[in-house]
C-alpha cells in the first residue's frame, strides 16, 4: 500500500519550505519514495524544429487506445474546427497530445535584394560564399539544408516564410507546438484529488489511478492549463500518463518516439534542462530574439514543470497561460478566511441567543 | 490584407506594432504606451486580420453566456490588447453539474447554520425552533449528501473519497466535514421523528427493543445536535473554498472573500428557513441571525463584485449578473420583511422565503460567474500578464533599492 505517494508534498518530509508552491528539487523523494527511485524524467518539446506533422498525437492516441474526439471534446464527433490545420483543437480526456497550428504574418518594409521567387536571397548568399560555381541552385539546397536548425532558417531563410512584394510586403510563418500535460512539481491535479487517484509516480510523473477516480472532477477545475478533463461517456478523469506502462518497461512515450524531428525529447529531466538552456543560447546568438523556454523556470507558480518548451512566441500565443500558479498555492488563506467565516457562523448565532426574549 | 494597429512600420520591436488587438473597437489607434500587455514579438501576428483572432460573439441573448459573452456597455474594465490560440479558453470549464453543485453550496450553508441553531435552542428553551432547525438540518444534509454523490461521474465509487485524508485537497476536507455532519444532523432529526408516537410505534415493528430505549432519545437527541453543531460552520464556509481552490480565476481570485459571502449566505438562508418555520416567539435568534448574515453578504458580495477589476466582470454579465442582481434584491427585500415586519407571522414567512431564494441565487451566481470566466481567455491571460509585469516592475525598484545600498 502506497497511501503515502498518493498524497501531496504538502504533508510529508520534514522541510515545511515550498511545499506547497516553489522550486522542489526532488518531487518523488518528496511524495515519500525511497533514495534509489528512478531520476525524475520529462519532455522538452522545442517547437522551433516541429513541422506539424502529428505524429506525436497519433501516436499517444493508438498507444493509449484513446477514444475519437472532434475539436470541442465530444466523444465519437469527427469535425473540423474550422481555424487552421488544427483539428485537435485542444488537451483533453482523449487527446494527451495536440499540436496546435498558429499562422502569423507581419508587414515587412525591409529594402529587398531582388524581387522575385521566396529564397532568392539564398541565392546571393551562396554565391557569397562562391563554394559551387557548377551548380549553385544545389548548394542553396545543400545551405538550407544545413541551416534548417539555425536561426536564420526559423527567421528568414525558412522555407515556410515567404516574402511577398517589394516594400510593405507581407511575410507568413507557421509556428507548431505539441503541447502536452505539463507534469508539474506542484501539480494542482494532485493536489486537490479526494481519492487519492492521482499520484506522483517515482518518475516524478503525475499519473490517474483508473480503479480509483470517481469522477468528482475536480482536478479538471484545478489545472491551470487546462488539461485534463473527464471522458463524458465514462465519467473518469484522463490525461497524459508519460507513458507509466512504456517507462516502467524502460521504454520513451510514444509520442517522443515517434516524433521526427526530435522536437519532443525525452529523458531525464535535468538533462533536458541543461540541452534547452543550450539550444536558447544558440538561438538567441543567433538572433532569434523571441525564442523563450516556457515551464523551464523553476521558481515559477508551478514550481517548474516536467515537461517544459522552447517557444518562439508568447506563451498565450500557443494557448498557453502567461503565468500559470498552483491555486494550492493560496489554499493557507483560504482555510484560515473558511474557519474564521465558520467561527464568526457560531459566533453570530450564539449572540442571537442573548439578550432579551423574542 | 488589412491590420488596424499595425501600421507597416519596420521598427519590428515596438511593441504595439503586431496588430494583435483582440479589441481594436473605436479607438484601435492607440499612441504607443497604451497597451503595454502585447510585448514584441518580431512584430508577428496571426494572418488573416484582427477578426479571426477575435472571440465569435454570437448575439446575446437573454442569460447567454460563452465566449466573452455580455453586456459590452457594462464592462468595468476597458478591453485590453491580448493575444489568444484563435479566442479558445485556456483552463478547462469545471464539470460539475448545475444547477446541483450551487444547490449543494445553498443546503450545506443552510444547514450548518440551522444545526447551530438547533443545538442552541435545545437549551435555550425554544422547542418548536429546535424540532425545525434540526429538521431543517437533517432534511438539507441529507440532500446534500445526495446532490454530492449524483455529481459523481463514478456515484457508486463515492466512498472513495473518505480512502485518504488530504488537507490540500478541499473535496477531501469537505467528505470529512459532510459525512459527520450528514450522520449527526439526521441522527438529530431521527431521534425527533421516533419521539412521535405513530413513527415509534412503526418503528417498533422492526426494532421491537425501540420503546426500552425510548428514555434515552431526548438525551441522544441533544448530544447529536451538539455534535452535528461543532461541524456546521465548516459545513457552510468549506464549500467556498471548494470553489476558490480552483484554476477559474474569478473564483480563485476572490478566494479571501468567497469564505464570508458564503458564511453570510449561509447565516441568511438558515436564519431565514427556520424563521419562516417557526412560532414569532421563539424565532428571535432567527431574525438576528438572519440579519446579520445579510449584513455580512452585501458587504463581502460588494468586495467581491467591485474589487477585482476584469476578474469582478465575470460576476456583473450575462446570466451570472442576472443570478447576482435578483441575488441582492431578494436578500435585501427579504431582510426588509424580517426587520420590519418579522414578528409577524406573515412577514416572517415572505422575508424567510425570499432570504433563501436569495441564498439559492447568490451561490448560482457565484457558480455561473466562475464558469464564465473559465470560457474567455481575457480573464487568464490579461490578469497574469499584468501579474507578471508588476512582479517585473517590482525586481527593478528591489534592485534599484539595492544598488542605492551598495552605494
Not at chain 1, 485537435?88 to 498558429?102: C, D, E, M, P, Y
Not at chain 1, 504574418?105 to 560564399?129: C, E, F, K, Y
Not at chain 2, 521598427?11 to 506594432?17: F, K, S
Not at chain 2, 427493543?209 to 441533544?222: D, E, I, N, S, V
Request: charged share 20%; glycine share 12%.
Amino acid at each position: 500500500m502506497t497511501t503515502v505517494s498518493s498524497a501531496s508534498p504538502s504533508l510529508e518530509g520534514a522541510d515545511s519550505r515550498n511545499r506547497l508552491f516553489g522550486p522542489l528539487p526532488d518531487v518523488s523523494a518528496d511524495a515519500g519514495y525511497e533514495e534509489d527511485h528512478p531520476s525524475r524524467v520529462g519532455f522538452f518539446t522545442d517547437t522551433s524544429v516541429c513541422i506539424g506533422c502529428k505524429a506525436c498525437e497519433v501516436a499517444c492516441k493508438e498507444w493509449n487506445t484513446l477514444p475519437m474526439d472532434d475539436a470541442n471534446g465530444v466523444l465519437g464527433q469527427m469535425g473540423m474546427s474550422g481555424m487552421s490545420y488544427d483539428n485537435t483543437g485542444q488537451l483533453g480526456a482523449n487527446s494527451w497530445r495536440h499540436v496546435s497550428f498558429i499562422e502569423q504574418s507581419r508587414s515587412v518594409d525591409l529594402p529587398m535584394p531582388t524581387i522575385g521567387m521566396p529564397g532568392a536571397d539564398r541565392h546571393d548568399h551562396g554565391h557569397d560564399h562562391g563554394a559551387n560555381a557548377i551548380s549553385p541552385q544545389a548548394d542553396s539546397v545543400l545551405a538550407a539544408q544545413t541551416s534548417v536548425l539555425n536561426a536564420e532558417a526559423l527567421s528568414e531563410f525558412d522555407p515556410q516564410t515567404s516574402v511577398t512584394g517589394g516594400d510593405g510586403g507581407t511575410q507568413i510563418r507557421w509556428l507548431m507546438s505539441s503541447d502536452v500535460c505539463k507534469h508539474c512539481t506542484h501539480a494542482g491535479c494532485l493536489d486537490v484529488c479526494p481519492t487519492g487517484a492521482l499520484f506522483r509516480t517515482e518518475f516524478g510523473t503525475v499519473v490517474v489511478q483508473g480503479d480509483i477516480c470517481n469522477g468528482c472532477g475536480y482536478c479538471v477545475s484545478a489545472c491551470p492549463y487546462g488539461v485534463i478533463d473527464v471522458r463524458k461517456d465514462d465519467g473518469r478523469a484522463f490525461k497524459c500518463t508519460m507513458c507509466y506502462d512504456r517507462l516502467t518497461d524502460g521504454l520513451q512515450p510514444a509520442c517522443a518516439t515517434a516524433c521526427p524531428t526530435q522536437s519532443i525529447q525525452f529523458g531525464d529531466l535535468d538533462e533536458l534542462q541543461a540541452r534547452a538552456d543550450a539550444r536558447l543560447a544558440t538561438l538567441k546568438s543567433q538572433g532569434v530574439e523571441t525564442a523563450r523556454l516556457y515551464g523551464r523556470d523553476e521558481s515559477d507558480g508551478v514550481g517548474g514543470v516536467g515537461a517544459f518548451f522552447l517557444l518562439l512566441d508568447e506563451p498565450e500565443v500557443y494557448g498557453l497561460p502567461p503565468d500559470p500558479i498552483v491555486t494550492t498555492r493560496d489554499l493557507p488563506a483560504m482555510w484560515k478566511a473558511a474557519a474564521t467565516g465558520a467561527a464568526m457562523i457560531v459566533g453570530v448565532v450564539a449572540s442571537s441567543f442573548l439578550g432579551r426574549r423574542r | 490584407m488589412t491590420t488596424p494597429s499595425s501600421n507597416g512600420h519596420p521598427a519590428a520591436d515596438d511593441a504595439h506594432l503586431n496588430g494583435r488587438s483582440l479589441d481594436a473597437g473605436p479607438t484601435g489607434n492607440e499612441p504607443a504606451g497604451e497597451a503595454p500587455l502585447v510585448a514584441a514579438a518580431g512584430g508577428w501576428h496571426r494572418a488573416g486580420g484582427t477578426d479571426l483572432t477575435q472571440p465569435k460573439r454570437r448575439k446575446r441573448r437573454k442569460g447567454g453566456g460563452g465566449w466573452g459573452s455580455g453586456n459590452r456597455e457594462a464592462a468595468m474594465v476597458p478591453d485590453a490588447e491580448f493575444s489568444s490560440y484563435y479566442g479558445r479558453q485556456i483552463v478547462k470549464t469545471p464539470t460539475w453539474k448545475n444547477p446541483e453543485v450551487p444547490l449543494y453550496l445553498f443546503l450545506g450553508g443552510a444547514a450548518g447554520t440551522s444545526s447551530v441553531l438547533g443545538a442552541l435552542a435545545e437549551f435555550t428553551d425554544r422547542p418548536t425552533l429546535a424540532r425545525n432547525a434540526e429538521y431543517v438540518a437533517g432534511a438539507a444534509a441529507l440532500g446534500s449528501v445526495v446532490l454530492l454523490i449524483d455529481d459523481l461521474g463514478r456515484p457508486e465509487r463515492f466512498l472513495h473519497m473518505l480512502r485518504v485524508f488530504k488537507p490540500t485537497s478541499p473535496l477531501s476536507v469537505g467528505s470529512y466535514i459532510l459525512s459527520p455532519f450528514s450522520a449527526f444532523t439526521s441522527a438529530a432529526a431521527g431521534f425527533r421523528l421516533l419521539e412521535l408516537a405513530p413513527l415509534l410505534k412503526l418503528g417498533t415493528k422492526v426494532l421491537p427493543f425501540l420503546p426500552a430505549l425510548a428514555r434515552f432519545f431526548p438525551g441522544a437527541r441533544k448530544a447529536s445536535a451538539i455534535a452535528a453543531a461543532a461541524f456546521g460552520g465548516p459545513m457552510a464556509t468549506y464549500t467556498a473554498v471548494l470553489l476558490s481552490n480552483t484554476a477559474a480565476p474569478s473564483w480563485h481570485e476572490v478566494h479571501t472573500e468567497l469564505p464570508y459571502v458564503f458564511a453570510g449566505s449561509a447565516m441568511a438562508a438558515g436564519g431565514g428557513i427556520t424563521m419562516a418555520l417557526t412560532p414569532v416567539a421563539e424565532a428571535g435568534p432567527s431574525r438576528k441571525t438572519a440579519l446579520t448574515g445579510v449584513a455580512l453578504e452585501l458587504f463581502m458580495i460588494n468586495k467581491v463584485e467591485h474589487g477585482h477589476g476584469l476578474l469582478s466582470e465575470p460576476y456583473h454579465e450575462g446570466k451570472a449578473g442576472t443570478l447576482m442582481r435578483a441575488a441582492k434584491k431578494a436578500t435585501i427585500t427579504g431582510a426588509a420583511f424580517t426587520a420590519l415586519l418579522g414578528r409577524t407571522r406573515a412577514g416572517a414567512v415572505i422575508g424567510g422565503t425570499l432570504l433563501a431564494a436569495g441564498s439559492v441565487m447568490t451561490r448560482m451566481g457565484v457558480f455561473e460567474a466562475g464558469i464564465a470566466s473559465t470560457k474567455d481567455p481575457k480573464y487568464i491571460v490579461i490578469p497574469q500578464k499584468e501579474r507578471m509585469a508588476a512582479r517585473k516592475a517590482g525586481e527593478a525598484v528591489a534592485e534599484d533599492e539595492a544598488r542605492s545600498v551598495v552605494r
